[in-house]
């Protein structure tokens, strides 16, 4: 009884740390610039997807993740500065339909270079799983909860210690007075693009000897990133994280306890109830009408 | 009342021009084999291995003279896995494009959306689609190369019959495939007197099965688990299963009978049984085999021409391909009633996938026994039966 909880729980929770920090990639940029980045899911298959190519050119694995991260946070910068800043004042509405462009564009280019299957990744460690009272807990999950936290908690001194983290949340509460104070708001957008491409491509990649990664790995876990996000409220971090792991444990709780068909539905459920009665999310801010 | 006659008569003196003119050009105009496929998308690696073998089939082909002493051409649209996409190119190939035969469709939803279509335009149609729906009931001008799912189920469910083995969990994937082989599952386990005791499910972008595979696990009298589905699914199942400890015998479908898929599933694969194509053991099969030749040609000539791993996917198109030609060089013409009649009488064409007797009542011509029984040992397959 506890040991079917436990690895409902166990999976839930795993899942549901990836979702989290999917999550928070879309909170980083939406709270910057209220776009909702729909290209935040190809970050995280860049990041696995490098991984595993060079690794199998040779590339020790830390040099290959590092070199991973460092593509995916160019490939964040060149997003921003190629295809979001030359559509200057443009809609919210009209970003968000570029970075849906964006995603497929470089969706379409990892389909030509990398190919179309999926390829595997090692495990960090031991590919034995950890018995923990007659559950068991594959050991790449530890991984992912504890980068998952250590992210979450270097985004946190990030945003509250460092001037430029600072100045991220300045522009995302009031962009013109930003600007007003000499704050470059173009080179904080771009900023935020390649922190959220930086934290998704490391998503990507602890997470890819768990589900393996594949050219269009990111549309499936971005969506689920994004639901986590929205559940949590857009633009709360705390939200994000929340969002994450309670999606994740949900669904796993219902494929166990209630049927595996139910599983989405329930999870999808879940969603409308808690927009329905918290139009904001479970931690969105509360908005004040300016006359 | 004389006005229309005069229209009439000239509306048919156009019509018999034009079909004079067609069939003077006919001689020298190549053979048309149409074809669409999901050459990209989700379904992409049943497409691009099929779309490569036709490729390359019809350059040989054409290069040793061709079929009734015209050349083969070969027209190909992408339905990315869609099945609107799939009826909107099946129009286009039966209509503008005018071809003598359609061998394609990769999906089952892609072929069964092309059906009412090749049906009522009077073409021959040989789909490369799975599921037993496409062939039955039997459609006059729809025939179709890979064992139904039907067949798969018979084969697990008979290899664990001689194991011992009655009641059963089954893990499917909620996608076409999936969800057509749990049907054809639970119905041959009716029929057989078997017991599928847990019957879980999961959809096609899930990445963890843990917790359905703990419910299997947890049920009562399992004795053994079977997981129907394709793409990346089952290779997690796989992975899920061995971090569980579960040690119950283990089979998959033959969706998932590909060398990508040990590549995958890794060492977690060791042990599990599925019906596979012969294509992957091409060496052990007895020399008396009557498929042997022709699978180690196939898999060399693939693998040869675009060095990469040939796939059982590929080979419904071979064997799609080759039982146009055939029917065509039976019939004599490219007239589509005769060559259906002469697909439809097709016995003993030895393909790669296996030996074809076409009937009436049968428009897939395989038995059960075409799929051989493999299991993984060692990280290779390994010929059980």
């Known amino acids: ?291 | 009342m004389f006005k229309t006659v005069i229209r009439r008569a000239g509306k048919c003196a156009a019509v018999a021009a034009a079909g004079l003119m067609m069939m003077s050009a006919q001689a020298a105009e190549p053979i048309k084999i149409g074809s669409f496929l999901s050459v990209t998308g989700p379904a992409s690696f049943l497409g691009d291995p099929e779309l490569k073998t036709l490729e390359m089939y019809v350059e040989k082909i054409n290069e040793e003279g061709g079929v009734l002493g015209r050349q083969l051409e070969l027209i190909h649209y992408d339905d990315v896995g869609n099945a609107s996409s799939a009826r909107n190119f099946a129009s286009r190939l039966i209509r503008s494009d005018q071809v003598d035969i359609i061998v394609g469709g990769s999906t089952t939803g892609a072929t069964m959306a092309a059906v009412p279509l090749v049906e009522q335009a009077q073409v021959p149609f040989i789909s490369l689609a799975g599921a037993v729906v496409i062939t039955n009931p039997v459609k006059k001008w729809v025939f179709k190369t890979p064992q139904t799912d039907r067949m798969a189920a018979e084969r697990i469910l008979a290899d664990m019959k001689d194991r011992g083995i009655t009641k059963f969990g089954l893990i499917s994937g909620t996608g076409g495939f999936g969800s057509s082989g749990r049907t054809q599952t639970l119905e041959v386990a009716e029929q057989m007197g078997m017991e599928v005791v847990a019957d879980e499910t999961y959809s096609g972008s899930d990445t963890d099965m843990t917790a359905q595979l703990t419910n299997i696990r947890n049920t009562n009298g399992v004795e053994a688990v079977l997981n129907f589905g394709f793409g990346q699914g089952p290779a997690i199942v796989t992975r899920n299963y061995a971090q569980l400890g579960m040690e119950l015998p283990f089979y998959q479908s033959h969706g998932v009978a590909s060398d990508s898929f040990l590549e995958l599933a890794g060492s977690s694969a060791e042990g599990l049984r599925l019906p596979a194509s012969p294509l992957l053991v091409p060496d052990s099969l007895p020399n008396d085999d009557p498929q042997k030749e022709v699978v180690q040609n196939y898999k060399a000539e693939y693998e040869a021409r675009w060095d990469s791993k040939v796939s059982t996917f590929g080979a419904y198109a071979y064997d799609g391909l080759m039982l146009a030609v055939r029917a065509m060089e039976e019939a004599g013409s490219t007239d589509p009633e005769a060559v259906r009649n002469a697909l439809e009488n097709i016995k003993g064409y030895v393909g790669v996938t296996g030996v074809f007797n076409m009937s009436p009542e049968d428009h897939n011509g395989l038995d059960p026994e075409s799929f051989r029984i493999l299991e993984v040992q060692n990280g290779e397959w390994k010929l059980i039966d």
């Open chain 1, 1 to 291: 009884m506890l040991a079917e909880f436990l690895q409902y729980l166990f999976t839930g929770i795993t899942i549901g740390a990836t979702y989290a920090l999917i999550a928070l990639g879309f909170t980083l940029i939406y709270n910057a610039s209220h776009v909702i980045n729909f290209a935040q899911g190809e970050f995280l298959m860049i990041g696995g997807m490098a991984t595993v190519s060079l690794t199998a050119m040779g590339v020790p694995m830390i040099l290959a993740v590092v070199l991973a991260v460092i593509l995916a946070g160019i490939l964040g910068v060149a997003l921003q500065r190629f295809a979001i800043a030359p559509a200057k004042q443009a809609d919210v509405v009209t970003l968000i339909i570029i970075t849906i462009g964006a995603s497929i564009f470089i969706r379409g280019i990892a389909q030509v270079v990398w190919g179309k299957e999926y390829h595997v990744m090692q495990n960090f460690s031991t590919d034995q799983p950890i018995q923990v009272f007659g559950a068991v807990l594959n050991s790449q999950s530890l991984w992912v909860l504890g980068i998952g936290a250590i992210l979450v908690v270097g985004l946190v001194l990030f945003f509250t210690k460092t001037l430029i983290g600072k100045a991220i949340l300045a522009t995302s509460m009031n962009k013109e007075a930003a600007r007003l104070v000499g704050i470059r708001t173009q080179m904080v957008l771009m900023l935020a693009f390649m922190v959220s491409a930086l934290l998704g491509s490391v998503a990507g990649i602890v997470v890819a000897p768990i589900t393996f990664t594949s050219y269009d790995i990111g549309i499936i876990l971005g969506l689920k990133g994004f639901v986590a996000a929205a559940i949590g409220g857009l633009g709360s971090g705390v939200g994000a994280v929340v969002g994450g792991l309670s999606l994740g444990i949900v669904e796993a709780m219902a494929a166990g306890y209630i049927s595996s068909d139910y599983k989405d539905a329930v999870a999808f459920s879940m969603i409308l109830l808690v927009l329905f009665f918290m139009p904001r999310g479970l931690f969105g801010a509360k908005v004040v009408e300016r006359v």
